[in-house]
């Protein structure tokens, strides 16, 4: 049973940081591409950050430099730390994999908020 369990959200002022992480079990972690993704209250479900297998990763253009997602296949751990963070970056955050396969799972989310 394939489980994505987020944490690390929470609320906090703009400019501050945070880290999320994403702790993955029931797949073989080294193999699979991991993400980032968020969904603000009336908006659809976007990309942030993905990392593949090999380690190159990809960022939506509204947090490229200030967001950096990175792994630790020794823990079966996704991380995206998030910087200078913006009001508008306040969403449900989902970590996101895909197996060789092509199957995709979803963690359940963890909710930032970034207070003005």
């Known amino acids: 049973q394939v489980q994505l369990v987020e944490s690390g959200g929470g609320l906090v002022q703009a400019g501050r940081s945070l880290r999320l992480s994403c702790a993955a079990s029931g797949i073989t972690f080294s193999i699979n591409n991991m993400g980032w993704y968020r969904q603000a209250p009336g908006k659809q479900r976007e990309l942030v950050a993905t990392?593949?297998?090999?380690?190159?990763?990809n960022y939506a253009d509204s947090v490229k430099g200030r967001f950096t997602i990175s792994r630790d296949n020794a823990k079966n751990t996704v991380y995206l730390q998030m910087n200078s963070l913006k009001p508008e970056d306040t969403a449900v955050y989902y970590c996101?994999?895909?197996?060789?396969?092509?199957?995709?799972?979803w963690g359940q989310g963890t909710q930032v908020t970034v207070s003005s």
């Open positions: 996101n994999t895909v197996d060789p396969a092509g199957r995709e799972y």
């Open positions: 990392i593949r297998w090999f380690g190159r990763t």
